[in-house]
Each structure stands twice: as C-alpha cells, then as structure tokens.
C-alpha cells in the first residue's frame, strides 16, 4: 500500500459550455481543465502552480467533489482499493469526505458569521455524526490549540468577525483537519494574508502535515510558497500541465518555456543579479474550442511549424524525474 | 481527549451554557440597537398596550364587570335602554347600536387580532424563507415553478382571492390566518428572500460545509435559513400590518364569520345606517378604527426599527 499514489488522477476533463439553451446543445465550451493525468503519494505535498484562470482551482474543486469533472476520474485510495470520485456509492461517499478535507483561500467568507467557532470547527464532526458533543468540544479544544489558538477556551464561543485573518486561516485548518483526513486541498491558504504572518501559517501546515501524515494539494500562484511547502510541483496553463516534477529541479532547471518565463518573472531580492528575462507575447485567454496546436502556441517564444500543425504535446519524462509538455524541449 | 474528560462529560451542557451565554448577549446588544430607536419603541409600545387590553379583558368580565351587561357579543344594560349611546361613566366608549359596551367589544376584538397577526405571520414567514431557499438553492425546475406561482399571485390582488375565498368557505379567524398567511407566503417577500438566499448560496462556506459533508437538507437549514433569518423577520413585521387589514376589510364587508372583531364593528355601524354620521356618532366609529390604524402601524414601526438594525447602513451615524 506503501507505494500505491493516495490520489490517481486520469484524464481529468471539465467543460463549461459557452451557450447553448434548453433547446439547443451547446456548440462551444471553454477547456477549464483538459485531460490532467498526476498522482499523489502518501504524505507527499504536490504544488499546483498557474496564473489566474489556467484552471487549477477547478481542478482542486473537482478533486474534493464540488465540482464533477466531465470526463476522466479521480480515484482515491482507501484501505487497500481506491475509490472511484465521481462515480461513488452511499458506503464510499462517507469514507471520502472522512478522508478529503479543503482549505479555502479568502478566511472572510469562507466561515459562516452566524457561527461560532466551536460550531465551524466543529461541523464536519457534527455532519458525520462522530462523537458526543462534550467529545467534539473536546476534540475542537484540542485541534485548536494544535493550530495555536491558545487557549482554546478563549476561541470556542466566538465568532469569526472578532477574530484576525491569521486567526481565522488557523481555524480554517483546523476545521479541515479535525477529521483527520489522508488528503487536503489547500486552495491558496496564504494569499489573503498578510506577509508577515504568511510563514507562520505555511510552517503550522508543514508541522500539521507530518503529525497526522496528510497528503496536500497545494494550489498556489506564488512560487516561493510552492517551493516552501512542496515535494513535487505542477504547471499548468490552460488546462493542461505543461511541466511537473521535483520541486527543487523544477524551480532551477525548468524546461518548458513557460515555466523558464514564469520564474523569469519572480523578483530577486538583489539588484545587482541580472537574470535573462523570458520575453512572452500577449495574455493569458481563455481555452474556447481550442485549436488542434500546443495550448502555449501563441505566445510561445521557441515555437515552430511542429508547433502549429500537432495536437498538444503529451506529458512526456525529459530526463531527472521531470515530465515536460513541449516538442522543443529535448530528451536528456 | 482524555484527561480532561471528567470534568466535561457531563452531556456537553458547558457547550449549551456557553450558547445560552452568546445568546443572550446577542440579544442584549440587539436590545439596545433597538432601544435607540424612538420609533421603534413608539410601536413597541401600542403593541404593548394592546396586548394589556387582551390579558386585562376576562380579568374585568370576571371581577369589576358583570358579564350580562358587558358581555361583548350578546350583552345589555337594562339602565341605558337607548342605543347607541355616547360615552359615560357606566360605558366609557359608549354602547353600540344592539347595546353591547363598545370598550368590552374591542377589548375582545384585540385578543382575535393578536391570534390572527401573530398566526398568518408565522406562516408566511415559514414559508417564504423555505419556499425562497428552495428556490434559491435548487433552481432550475423548481424555481421556476415556484417563482411562477409567485408572479401569478402578485399579479391577482390578494384581497380579490380572499373575498372569492371567504365567500366560497364560512372561515374562522384561524382559518382565516392560514389563508392569509398562505397567500402572503406567494408574495413579494419571497423574491427578496429568495434574492437574498441567492447571495448567500455562493458563498464559499456553502462550499466549506458540503465538503464537510453537509447535504441538501444540512445546507439549507443550516447556513442558509439562518442567514436569512434577520430579513425574515423584517418581512413577518410587515405582513402583519397586511393580515391585520386585510381581516377589517373582509369583516367590513361582512364576509367574515367570526363573533367580534374591529372589522365587525365598523361593519355593524354601516349596516344600521350610522357610518356616515360621524359627527353624532364618533363613538360608533373612531374606537374601532383607530385600534386597525394604531395595531397595523404599531407592527409597521416595529419591522422599522428592525430594518435599521439588520441593514446596518439605514443606521443614522
């Protein structure tokens, strides 16, 4: 079971249509995610890296099953099988939500204001039916001060709106992980923070994960925090991975040209360092109907003729445990 | 989890203790919010006043009144054989035109009123919230239906439904109250409420809860009823006002078959000729009345002060 993923992710489609109406089939859908294929290890934290709209939060809302993919699957492994997401029975629904929690990026609206803490924290307990309710108070103190809510008897019976954000991100990780699940989405926790607390709530995540060995999907737009909470990292663009592999790896030799452009654009904090940009032309759009080409064609600066006339490229092993979307990129 | 257990196990009242605690600290804060507001406390007030008029009515008819004379629906006093009569020491509003006591009469009425108010209030209130998060939540087929019905019913007035109602069916006053109610439930307030569920419905920790587990039933009373709970109860003050004209109105018109009531009243002063007369016989009109007029705007001060305490922005700064 040990070398099994925790996560497979096959093919994993999701179209939105574009019009359409009650009479009439849509004839164009917006590519959201287009046949993503990754797995997750036990324990393991994968980082999912993009700029706005590429797709990656409607892949970490498929993964906890807010939203049903259109095509493809998502298996999650319990005991000794996996679990088919989309297409699950009333036995296997119950182990899922016991074992995929969220953690969700904005702590303001992401708490019901008519709720107090212990009943937020509470919630998925409650839900589920497990335990007494002096078992989930005490269960709730003891996750509480786990996240550094100390102490908890000062937190329980207040509400949301008198807390601070880092507080409140602290309670939404606790409410995620007071069930103890083997697998979180993390859905940008830290990027309604602020800097200086920021750390202090990537660090509490990094401890939490090894104590009770839970697996992250760390959805993120910053790739300093990837590279402080990841094991392993995936670029998407356009609903489609264009580079995965070891975080280290990834981060000093990237291979995809989006991926060289995407670090090109993180500042270094010294002004002597010249760092050869990676110019790329035109914005990010959205995947209309797109065409029979790579995704990144457009604004691509090695593409060529290839290019323009094949499919977009497979995922394929370039070499040191990277996997790279690109004709260009060689095999090493 | 385990040390601390004895002192806690005790079927989790401390949580029960600590929500009573936060309860009532809620409604302190609500309290003075409320009691800032003049108007508010204005309608309080009638509100109050006229409930002392129900508790106060069997306490006389039991003690200092005697129940011949002062019975409200079939009473006389052989020492006033003359009616209607004007006010005086013995009958302080004056008899009315069968000779009942006209303070005794809308003493009595003021019981039905509360009954019939606080009655379609309540069902409107549970329904639209329901109906409004039903179709808020759903969509699609359901909503449509729903909002359907809700045009067709805005479109008729209700008052024309309830005439055709009370003249098909003999209604009591708590029938009345359902139907009242049931209309009311169909009304504009549904598409606020359901506008305003809408709101809530997107927001993530709808999302946090279903990925916690919660289903359908979970989500709606849970999360979204509570939420609209404040708005709710605005609209519950207002449709009071509604059922409590509505009723004089249907009893005015004589298509109502309760034993007394305001509407009644005014209803028996128009049948024997007297409504017109109001110089000579105020008494027969101005008691009754006044009592529709002050109760319904009562109800309608309050759901006022209410607004400016749930909608934080109609607050005076």
Same mark, same amino acid.
């Given at each position: 079971m040990s070398n099994q993923p925790l996560i497979k992710v096959e093919g994993l489609r999701k179209l939105y249509p574009i019009d359409g109406g009650v009479f009439?089939?849509?004839? @164009?859908?917006?590519?959201?995610?287009?046949?993503?294929?990754? +797995?997750?290890?036990?324990?393991? @934290?994968?980082?999912?890296?993009?700029?706005?709209?590429? /797709?990656?939060?409607?892949? /970490?809302?498929?993964?906890?099953?807010?939203? +049903?993919?259109?095509?493809?699957?998502?298996?999650?492994?319990?005991?000794? @099988?996996?679990?088919?997401? @989309?297409?699950?029975?009333r036995n296997s629904r119950k182990d899922f939500r016991r074992n995929v929690q969220m953690i969700f990026q904005d702590p303001y609206e992401s708490m019901n204001p008519r709720m107090t803490i212990f009943d937020i924290v509470g919630e998925p307990l409650a839900v589920q039916d497990i335990g007494t309710i002096s078992e989930r108070e005490e269960r709730v103190a003891e996750f509480l001060e786990m996240v550094g809510l100390t102490p908890a008897s000062s937190f329980m019976f207040r509400y949301p709106h008198e807390l601070s954000g880092g507080q409140r991100q602290r309670v939404a990780i606790a409410r995620a992980l007071v069930i103890e699940p083997a697998f979180v989405v993390a859905d940008e926790p830290t990027s309604m923070l602020d800097v200086s607390i920021r750390t202090g709530v990537m660090k509490l995540m990094q401890d939490l994960a090894e104590r009770l060995n839970v697996t992250y999907l760390y959805i993120t737009h910053d790739l300093a925090v990837a590279r402080y909470m990841c094991d392993r990292i995936a670029v998407m663009y356009l609903g489609k991975i264009v580079e995965i592999g070891p975080t280290e790896e990834l981060l000093s030799n990237p291979r995809h040209p989006y991926t060289k452009a995407l670090l090109s654009a993180v500042p270094i904090p010294d002004p002597r360092i010249k760092r050869d940009a990676v110019q790329i032309e035109g914005g990010i759009s959205k995947a209309i109907d797109p065409q029979p080409q790579c995704r990144f064609y457009a604004r691509c600066p090695i593409r060529d003729e290839h290019c323009k006339t094949h499919d977009h490229p497979p995922l394929e092993v370039k070499g040191n445990g990277m996997q790279v979307a690109c004709y260009k990129v060689p095999v090493e | 989890m385990t040390n601390s257990s004895s002192n806690r196990s005790n079927g989790g009242s401390s949580v029960w203790q600590a929500r009573w605690a936060l309860f009532r600290k809620s409604a302190a804060a609500n309290w003075a919010l409320f009691a800032e507001n003049p108007v508010g406390l204005i309608g309080l007030g009638i509100i109050l006043f006229f409930l002392l008029l129900v508790i106060l009515h069997p306490i006389l008819l039991n003690t200092v009144w005697d129940p011949n004379v002062y019975n409200p629906i079939n009473g006389f006093d052989p020492q006033s054989p003359v009616n209607p009569a004007p006010p005086s020491a013995r009958h302080l509003l004056g008899t009315a035109p069968q000779g009942q006591d006209i303070l005794s009469q809308l003493m009595f009425s003021a019981r039905n009123e509360f009954i019939l108010a606080v009655l379609a209030a309540t069902v409107t209130v549970t329904m639209t919230t329901t109906l409004g998060a039903i179709a808020a939540y759903y969509g699609g087929v359901i909503d449509n239906v729903i909002m359907r019905i809700v045009d067709l019913v805005i479109m008729v007035p209700a008052l024309s439904i309830l005439i055709v109602v009370s003249g098909l069916f003999e209604l009591s006053i708590v029938q009345l109250a359902l139907v009242i109610g049931l209309i009311s439930a169909f009304g504009a307030s549904t598409v606020v409420i359901k506008s305003q569920a809408l709101s809530i419905k997107v927001k993530p920790y709808i999302e946090a809860a279903r990925v916690a587990g919660g289903g359908d039933f979970h989500i709606i009373f849970r999360h979204l009823l509570p939420n609209l709970m404040p708005i709710a109860l605005l609209y519950m003050m207002f449709s009071v006002t509604g059922a409590i004209f509505s009723e004089a109105v249907l009893a005015f018109l004589g298509l109502l078959e309760v034993d007394m009531s305001w509407g009644i009243m005014l209803n028996t002063t128009r049948n024997l000729g007297f409504i017109l007369d109001f110089s000579n016989r105020w008494y027969l009109i101005f008691p009754a009345g006044l009592s529709i007029t002050l109760l319904s705007s009562a109800f309608y001060l309050v759901g006022r002060a209410l607004d400016e305490i749930v909608n934080p922005r109609l607050r005076q700064r």
């Open positions: 009439r089939k849509p004839s @164009s859908f917006n590519h959201a995610v287009d046949g993503l294929n990754f +797995e997750i290890g036990h324990g393991e @934290s994968l980082g999912l890296v993009g700029e706005s709209g590429c /797709g990656k939060s409607t892949t /970490g809302k498929m993964l906890v099953k807010l939203f +049903e993919p259109s095509d493809g699957s998502v298996k999650l492994q319990v005991g000794d @099988s996996y679990i088919n997401v @989309s297409n699950i029975d | -």
